[in-house]
């Protein structure tokens, strides 16, 4: 299999990225060597995007493909350091959780964690479906490649990629001895170390075993309260660090080989990790509230004012020394049949996880203001059954029937105001999901194919819930075990949830290496029950499931004797009953999961690769993405359901994203060594955490404003210089010296605005600041 040679996008300037835009048109992601080679030597992409390999420029689609050079010369080990690096997707860390993911593509998002809850973007780890935000951010070792597909894939790939998905595929073990062994030194005190062994064991059995670790000191240190408020309120400021980090991961992998046209691959990942979460930072209160420094409430007031930091603070005080902790481990078992003309693939997977972040100190102070956290476990197990080839010279196919099942429980207990307002919260759910899918692709003439596609889901969802308001004495840490209770009995509380999802694409050949296609798709993300709601009745109301018909007309093009690659892809998405959580703190810190009404998301995607010397490699990438409800109903104080689309913003959907990188060899030598530059630079434009309120209305007092909650325009530049390929005894070596965030760009990048009932407390998270190391390493 010819698989990727390299992609390379990352970080870019705006101006960089429109420039690209206006010499040429567009390119899905497309790949180099590490090394400088003649471009017409340069290998076409194959990827497995829509279920079986085809090269990357004729899938119709909006697909970007990395391979194993481009991840492991950045360090892409996991799902959050994907951020930026395809158009349009964005990855943060939910607030205080730096283990859950908040996936954005095109503006489409799941910012609740909660285990209940779905998200808009799949995750695949070589092909097996991981269900959940929860837990998603976990080292992943050896990739091969990923791929992030925007858009819906509601026909192949099903219930939850209404935005769209991505896929890690891993490497798989083979017949020649390979090892590699990796250690890296940084500033925070951070150590990585990394090890692979692939063994053949027989002439069709082979094993590989993939071990890391990754270490880092925290960022932000914890110091004393320079104002003495902790202790006259009952509460005292800890000591240590946050924002640290400590995961060790390890991937088991075996494949056999029974037949020439038989492999059966088996892997087992592991993942651990136990760290301090990221500082929350006081950024506001509201200064004529009981925490602000003109409340009038005499005895009820709280100075939280004198703890607001407005700007980013290495330096914190909490009365609590958060913790974030999380266990995931997963089996898949893939069995492939190559019957001559057609395709038989098995994919088994069975995966779970243990979560546990209590207790959380969110509020950004050393008093007793909000203490919460979660206690997780949960576990899932999917069967797929696929069947592809082809039939004549004109039509391929893929079909495939699909199972799902998971159980998921969680503990949320949550305190308030110095144990004034404590409450103890379980809740969970199952869902049990059925599939049949089937594509085909038929070629009309030599240039003009059809796609067409058609997906049914049918998901039953139960869930349970339980709520009780206690002392906080009766919850201490100490008292409350991993899993508090068993998980209780289905409360016969179910519904049903069906849906029929199209796909239909023409493509035209313009040429050997340039193509067009207009698409049409739709994508589902399944309806379900919020179990954290502040009432049992809106835990136990079911809420719909989302739908959206996406429009898509793009360019795939190689120019210039392939010193250029462009791609381009303007869409349209039309979403439907679309799924908002939004923050709802009153006396219980809570979401609210609201079919709010409709909205539309445009945009334009740019993609470019180019070699204008053997030497140099640029790449670059631009989105824009227009956001806006068409309708957004919400019910006022007096029980009226009004249309306030006009005023509400769509979180998480950015105006602008860019990037830009450059890969420089800048000396080569005559055993094959090379000393290579590399540059990425990354620009997102504001955005808005939640779907708040742009203006403020007397008759929806719970309201938001949606200004508090808007990030500034950011831009990222890591910069790395690597030798690479050094004969070394029977090996070779490398080296690398690298800094991430190279300017100590610091911004806020999430937070929680929890609203007048909490006196206005307004938290920030910023990103991490500069770090920078060297890393040297052997492969055989």
């Known amino acids: 299999m010819g698989y990727i040679t390299a992609r390379r996008t990352h970080p870019g300037y705006a101006r960089i990225a429109v420039a690209l835009l206006a010499t040429t048109a567009v390119v899905p ?111 992943i070792n050896d990739l091969e490649r990923v791929e992030v597909l925007r858009g819906p894939q509601g026909t192949l790939y099903g219930r939850n990629t209404l935005a769209g998905a991505i896929n890690f595929i891993t490497r798989k073990p083979g017949p020649d001895f390979r090892a590699s062994l990796e250690a890296g030194y940084g500033n925070y005190d951070a150590m990585t170390l990394k090890g692979m062994v692939n063994l053949p064991a027989a002439d069709n059995l082979f094993f590989k075993v993939s071990l890391a670790l990754d270490k880092r000191d925290g960022t932000v240190k914890l110091i004393d309260d320079p104002y003495g408020m902790a202790a006259l309120f009952g509460s005292s400021a800890k000591s240590g660090r946050l924002n640290s980090r400590n995961r060790k991961s390890a991937l088991v992998q075996a494949r056999f080989e029974p037949a020439d046209n038989v492999t059966v691959d088996y892997a087992f990942d592991y993942s651990r990790s136990v760290q301090t979460v990221a500082a929350t930072q006081l950024i506001a209160v509201d200064d004529a509230g009981f925490l602000g420094k003109d409340c009038a409430l005499g ?40 019957m001559g003309n057609a395709s038989l693939k098995s994919i088994t997977g069975y995966r779970r996880l243990r979560f546990n972040a209590y207790p959380n ?43 799902f099942h998971d159980d998921a429980f969680s503990v949320n207990p949550q305190s308030y105001f110095f144990g004034s307002e404590d409450y103890y919260t379980t809740f969970g759910g199952k869902t049990t999901a059925y599939a049949a899918y089937a594509q085909i692709d038929y070629d009309i003439t030599d240039q003009l194919t059809l796609t067409a596609g058609l997906r049914y889901n049918r998901e039953k969802k ?50 050997e290496r340039t193509n067009i296609y207009a698409k049409f798709a739709q994508g589902f993300r399944s309806g379900g029950f919020n179990g954290e709601a502040q009432t049992f009745i809106h835990a136990v109301t079911p809420f719909r499931p989302e739908k959206m018909n996406s429009f898509e007309i793009g360019l795939k093009s190689s120019l210039f004797d392939r010193k250029l690659d462009l791609n381009i892809a303007a869409f349209v998405n039309k979403h439907k009953d679309m799924q908002l959580s939004v923050f709802t703190a009153s006396s219980i810190g809570t979401s609210l999961i609201q079919n709010a009404g409709s909205a539309t998301m445009k945009g334009i995607e740019v993609e470019a690769f180019a070699r204008p010397l053997p030497s140099l490699s640029l790449k670059g990438s631009l989105a824009y993405l227009k956001a806006r409800y068409n309708h957004f109903i919400d019910t006022n104080n007096l029980g009226q359901a009004i249309d306030v689309a006009d005023i509400r913003v769509v979180p998480h959907a950015p105006k602008w994203q860019a990037s830009f990188s450059a890969d420089w060899t800048a000396y080569e030598g005559s055993d094959g060594n090379h000393l290579n530059v590399l540059v990425d630079v990354r620009h997102v434009s504001s955005y808005y955490f939640y779907a708040d309120a742009t203006e403020m209305r007397p008759d929806f007092p719970s309201w938001h404003r949606a200004s ?20 070394l005894a029977s090996g070779k070596a490398y080296a690398a010296l690298w800094a991430k965030n190279l300017f100590n760009t610091r911004k806020i990048i999430n937070g929680i605005d929890f609203g007048s009932a909490f006196g206005g407390l307004l938290t920030g998270n910023y990103n991490d600041p500069r770090t920078y190391g060297l890393t040297v390493g052997m492969k055989w």
């Open 708 to 727: 508090t909650s808007r990030t500034e325009p950011m831009t990222f530049v890591d910069a790395q210089i690597r030798w690479d390929d050094i004969p």
């Open 299 to 338: 005895p009820f007031c709280v100075p939280a004012y004198l703890y607001v930091q407005d700007k980013y603070s290495n330096k914190a005080f909490n009365n609590v020394r958060s913790m974030d902790k999380v266990v995931t481990q997963g089996h898949g078992l893939t069995i492939d049949w190559d």
């Open 29 to 139: 992601v497309l790949a180099q060597n590490a090394s400088a080679q003649d471009n017409t030597d340069r290998q076409d992409i194959i990827v497995t995007a829509q279920k079986r390999e085809q090269v990357l420029r004729d899938v119709p689609i909006a697909v970007s493909a990395f391979d194993e050079d481009y991840l492991a010369n950045r360090a892409v080990t996991s799902v959050d350091r994907l951020d930026g690096i395809a158009p349009g997707l964005q990855v943060l860390q939910t607030p205080s959780q730096p283990n859950n993911a908040q996936i954005s593509i095109r503006g489409s998002v799941q910012q609740n964690p909660a285990i209940t809850l779905d998200p808009s973007v799949g995750m695949y780890l070589d092909g097996v479906y991981i269900g959940k935000a929860v837990g998603s951010i976990f080292a």
């Open 361 to 403: 100190d969110i509020d950004g102070t050393p008093l007793d203001l909000a203490i919460v956290g979660y206690r997780t476990k949960y576990w899932e197990v999917s069967q797929e059954f696929q069947l592809s080839g082809k039939i004549g010279s004109r039509l391929n196919y893929v079909a495939g029937l699909f199972y």
């Open 462 to 511: 139960t869930t349970q819930r339980y709520q009780e308001a206690i002392a906080s004495a009766a919850f201490p840490p100490e008292l409350l075990p991993y899993v508090v209770v068993d998980v209780p009995e289905d409360l016969g509380i179910a519904h049903v949830f069906k849906s029929v999802n199209p796909t239909a694409i023409l493509t035209y050949k313009l040429g």
